[in-house]
């Protein structure tokens, strides 16, 4: 695996990692039926119908019943944990959740045994359009590294858009990015700079946040966050989910006319 991005994972911090990834994107219904049958012995189906956007499962000696979309994969995440997977099986399922090898060896600092993941991100390619920066939630909190960083720099500018969330006077957590003018979440990041091409560019590069510094994770979390670089593989991967393949395929195509104009 040498020369490739990874990530170390124990048990429960991967499966932790699986049910993140259920909830963060839209439904995976192909993923979550192939899963579901892997993991419990029954069997599982998309339903064709979009109207019925959801899957049907049929438990080992049970009824087959309809689960919506998006209660399918809290279902199919309760089965992983249910079936008790040995190292090996969960191994497989990661292979599948995070499109990549994976492969089972011990920790950097000792953990033990544990599941050394691809990210695909030694591949990844930037067009640096800055559309992600639009599409994005930015409204997350800073870490103290941001805060930390901007001080350093003296970026009193940064700071300022900053939000305190208090409590009873105590600061709960800080967030990005607040209007210092109207103490009202920006609608935009306002370090988006539009350059002579049409693109856009980061105003704070070298002290952009650590949510910006680390997006994306992995070319899966890239290519499901709406990643220009990646457009085609989300395409394929939507296909297979039967009822996304019409409706995505339009507003892909739609979007993609007005976003490749943008990037000119
Ligand atoms: S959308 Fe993708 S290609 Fe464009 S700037 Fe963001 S990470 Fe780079
Ligand atoms: S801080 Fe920079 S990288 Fe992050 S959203 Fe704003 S412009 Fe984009």
């Not at 103290?144 to 600061?171: F, K, M, N, P």
């Not at 967030?175 to 560019?201: H, M, Q, Y």
Request: aromatic share 10%.
């Amino acid at each position: 695996m040498s020369g490739k991005d990874l990530i170390f994972l124990t048990r429960s911090e991967l499966l932790d990692a699986i049910r993140i990834d259920f909830e963060q994107y839209m439904p995976q219904l192909h993923l979550y039926t192939e899963l579901y049958t892997g993991v419990t012995g029954g069997a599982a189906r998309i339903d064709p119908d979009p109207e019925d956007f959801g899957i049907w499962v049929v438990p080992e000696g049970g009824l087959e019943t309809f689960v919506p979309a998006d209660e399918a994969g809290e279902l199919v995440y309760a089965a992983i944990v249910e079936a008790e997977l040995s190292a090996e099986e969960l191994r497989g399922v990661a292979e599948k959740v995070f499109w990549g090898n994976v492969e089972l060896g011990d920790g950097p600092d000792g953990e033990g045994e544990g599941y050394w993941i691809e990210t695909g991100m030694e591949k990844f390619v930037c067009r640096e359009c800055g559309i992600c920066c639009f599409t994005l939630d930015h409204h997350c909190s800073c870490t103290d590294a941001d805060i930390e960083r901007w001080r350093e720099h003296g970026r009193e500018d940064i700071l300022a858009w900053v939000g305190d969330v208090e409590q009873d006077g105590e600061l709960l957590k800080r967030r990005l990015w607040v209007n210092p003018k109207t103490g009202l979440p920006a609608e935009t990041c306002p370090w988006i700079e539009e350059r002579a091409d049409g693109g856009f560019s980061c105003g704070i590069h070298y002290i952009k946040p650590d949510v910006c510094r680390e997006y994306p994770g992995s070319i899966k979390h890239a290519a499901l966050t709406g990643c220009v670089s990646y457009r085609e593989l989300e395409r394929e991967y939507r296909k297979k989910d039967l009822v996304y393949a019409t409706e995505k395929d339009e507003g892909v195509n739609a979007d993609e006319s007005g976003g490749e104009e943008k990037l000119k």
